[in-house]
């Protein structure tokens, strides 16, 4: 697939926006994305809301003022990057892939706030492989087999369990790779 913005290389970000219940889908070049983040991550938000100041006002909010309220140089700092928290908070950007399990005492209640929980479950890309879905469809299984247990529905408790095994089995004999 070719970028949108400038139809010369492959499409490597493809971004899905939902405005009042209609879907429009972008792809991009990482060239055309890189330029439309600089101008303000956003096609037709008015006035354009650039992530991390989104991420910034949620995480002052969780501390109760404002951005500006705030020292940069403050809180805790991260022993491999050297950015404290304080940055963090005012920009809206980690400053190293340490920063996340460092800063997990802040971070996982506006992951929560945000999405619901702080685990990813969402869709696996297709061409991963089989694995990693067989592995997501008794993840949901397990789900349902719990439920069928607290409602004594014990047929499709029994039934899904099956089902189950036969998942797990297919994992081990080096099924969906």
Known sequence: MMC?????RPATMHMTEIS????SETHL???CAREIQAQGFGFSFSPQLQLHDFLAGLLNHELGGNKHDH???TGKRCEKCGVFEGQIVKHGLLGCG???PYFEDRLLPLLRRIHGRT????KVPERTGGRARLIK???NLKSVLKEAVSREDFEQAAQVRDQIRQIEKSLEDGGGA
């Open 119 to 122: 685990r990813h479950t969402g």
């Open 29 to 31: 070049c990482e060239a």
């Open 20 to 23: 009042n219940g209609k879907k």
């Open 4 to 8: 949108k913005r400038c139809g010369q």
């Open 71 to 73: 020292d940069e140089l």
């Open 137 to 139: 469809e008794v993840n």
């Open 98 to 100: 340490d920063c996340y």
